[in-house]
């Protein structure tokens, strides 16, 4: 069995105190100390792990002071704490080795909107999206146009001054913050804005003396500020000397040196900030060539275009797109898409007016149709959902890049370079030959309008040797940026790269020292970042710091493979998508715990295999690890010790996944909790017992069998309060659902039922147009009427339709990490699936989750084994079939599809699908997006999520099937089971309103 692993990571004493002291003195958030909140707070999306003492939640203002004026005291001087929002960082800079203050869990509020004067006074933790959703209404938006849009928060956007698309025309995040309520090291608070003489005189405390010192080193110091300062979009941040103070107005701005100050001299609580009137007209022109060289050189002239914005993605990342599920949305947007010549593109955006855009577009096309500048060709996209689907892709290409193949992956440590556009193709042709030299892989895309262009070269964090060469690569790239009077740090902030600041800066770096000291004269806050205070001996971080990979090292190489759907995890946190019609990460989206996503069990599933390594554990044969014996899995079960194994730590984080497969769909990089979370399971109950309801979920389709031969007495025996009372406290499962009466057997005629003697018997034409139809578990025995009408509406189509006996698909015990078992279901499952198929017959299933098993879990499980079967989806099936029925016209019936989560997620263009074969057949079929339904199988009649379920229904299901005014139809069982369960009403599955249509 698996050894109990305890940590070594306990808390320094100091820390401990500090902890307690601020739970006494009133600290109203949440204040976390467990090892695991630690470890998914000491990653980010760079290549660094700073494991943090603690992680705190501050409720209000009042508790962010609190936490700065306990520090003051003579035992906790040492206490150093690092702000974090959305943890999209891609050079540490919200990672600390002290305590890391989240804001992003309750400064969450939009406190004001003045529609007239466009500004809006927002808190902190409010993710972009979420901001421009609220300006919506109004005509209004925040115009930093972020690849992260939908998870970074405006106080991470404002740490680290953060831009992206259309920052030529929209500026950076400095730009649009109109003053800050920030809390200082000793607990005051600061109101910045613009302030004059008469202004900077009614100040008193903190503010004057800051304002007063900052001024006068300012003034003193203008000549080299503007010598030193670059003249670049992206201009030098961190802190901003150059736009601080104008001496043509005399007005002082402290707001400028806290945007991109990275939480070193204050906490930001709340900011004021401008807003921009949403375009009336934008269209986008993607344009592909020859060559990256040529869209590089390009540019320019798009720029003088007067485009809003240019963007370019080299062929290795839409290579990766590609193989990505968003290609299906967006290939046919891309010109020569699939032409091998291609070899970069170039998004050119214009908004404005409508003539104003029109006029614009017209005249950039008339230039392109001489196809010189190496143009292979030009795709118009004047629709907004056309633009928002390119964009889609433009902002996951840096996930994308994570998902190369091989050990060595494309990393953040040198992507952000900034030089003046005009130098841009120069400096990248350089920049490629400096990493064509050591040999490396790279993809590229970026701002090519504002001269910045994101390069993530490929290297191996678990090689040391590639370590030492990430140095080497930083140390040149930085050197070559100065060279072409550039910034190493164009738009995603210093973080560790801070080490390069005295030779950016410098002879003014020891002011930049000298505005830390005043601000933060312990270096308390983000210590090692930006600069240490000028009489402080600290010294800065280094690229040198700890990364991901020397912990993951510490794992066998067969391990990491083995787990490579955790270990691939770069931490870009796309998981972390606020949007509540987004299915991905249901679990992290209704509770906010960063553990309970995607990310952060990953992170966990890392730690616990370099544990296991560190233990004795062979990691590189994890499937050797013998079971316990019985009275060894009792003992350790009900051992006082139990919840010091960092094991129960990561049970307990599994165990609210609700195994929906929207992380292996969503995720860029493929981080698939559902196949290691069965994987860790499977080697967790090694050592501890089981609880029964595993045992119930694990034996459920065999069960089933014989429950369906009596359903009328099992649905007496389960379906009244004691059984349900009996059901809760001994397996812990609530809302048994009802057998179908009459079950299946009863429904079908006996002609149906599949012969594989008869199969053998037709000829090739027959077998051509016959269709067998797999069963599912929960739809068969559950809902039998959908497998009745999918057998009807076949038949009215014209097929020979067979239904196959049932054989268990074995999710049920995936889910539950019986992996052995699993194995045998599967085996079992695809050599009867395997025969069948092998008479040239089409395979049917009509449930996603179970259809989809086969396509996923079967080939993790079974590899070559599991041979070449293929089960179709009925949507897929009908929509290449379409040419044998005549199209219908219009009916005047109209639908709403709300489709599962794991389909969603995994088979996206199922909505495509569905929506062609109605409009064939005279109906009409609207998208309905949304989120997780929350049933997920049996996950929603766990007790134990039972809160978990109804919130996510409550979250965006209810709205949506209360707000339509058509019916809604629903595709998985689960999400059906669970509509009835609230709703009081089973929604239909798309077949059978299409049995409804084709019946008349």
Known sequence: MIPALLTAQGLDAHYKNYLEQLFQQGFKGDIDARYGTRLSMAVDNSVYQFLPQAVVFPKDCGDLQLLMT?????????????????????????????VVVDTSRYFDQVRHIDPSGRTAVVESGVVKDALNDALRPHGLFFSPDLSTSNRATLGGMISTDASGAGSLVYGKTSDHVLGITAVLDD?????????????????????????EAVLALCQQKQSQIRDTFPELNRFLTGYDLRHVYDADTDVLDLTRLLCGSEGTLAFVVSAKVDLTPIPAQRRLVNISYDSFESALRHAPSLVQAEATAVETIDSTVLGLAKEDVIWHSVGELVPNAFDAAMAGINMVEFAGSADEVDAKVQQLIAALSGKGNGVLGYRLCDQAAEIARVYQMRKKAVGLLGNAKGARKPIAFAEDTAVPPEQLADFIMEFRALL??????YGMFGHVDAGVLHVRPALDMCDPADEVLLRQVSDEVAALTRKYGGLMWGEHGRGVRSEYGPAVFGELFDDLRRIKGWFDPDNKLNPGKICAPLQSESNLYSIDEIKRGSFDRQIAVEGRAQFDKAISCNGNGLCFDYNRNSPMCPSYKVTGNRVWSPKGRATLMREWLRLLANDGVDTANLKSVPMASLRSRIKATLSRHKQDDFSVEVYEAMQTCLACKACSGGCPVKVDVPSFRAEFL??????????????????????????????????RLTQNPLSAWMAQ????????????????????????????AELAQLSEQERTNTVVLVQDPFTSYYDAEVVVKAAELLQQLGYRVRVMDFIANGKPQH?????????VTAARGARCLNRVASYGVTLLGVDPALVLTYRDEYDQVLGEARGDFKVWLLNEFLVTQLQRWPERASSGLSFRLMTHCTENSLRPQAVAQWQQVFAHFGARLHNQNSGCCGMAGTFGHEQSNLQISQDLYRLSWQPAIEASSEEVLVSGYSCRSQVKRYQQQRPRHPLEALHQILTG
């Open 187 to 211: 607990g005051s608070l600061l109101e910045t804005g613009p302030w004059d003489a008469e202004a900077r005189a009614a100040l008193g405390g903190r503010a004057r003396q800051l304002a």
């Open 436 to 441: 064509d030299g050591h040999q490396l892989r």
């Open 682 to 715: 499977h080697l967790y109950h090694k050592r501890y017992l089981r609880p029964a309801k595993d045992h119930l979920v694990a034996g459920i389709e065999g069960a089933l069998v014989w429950m369906a031969k009596a359903p009328r007495l099992v649905n």
């Open 815 to 823: 889910i539950k990490g019986f992996m052995d078992r699993f194995a």
């Open 729 to 756: 406290r001994l397996f812990g499962y609530v809302d048994t659902p009802a057998l179908s009466v009459p079950p299946l057997a009863q429904r079908l005629p006996p002609s149906l039922r599949l012969d594989e």
């Open 70 to 98: 306990l520090a003051q005291a003579p035992a906790f001087r040492q206490i150093h704490f690092a702000p974090r929002g959305g943890g999209t960082g891609t050079n540490g800079q919200s990672l600390n080795f002290g």
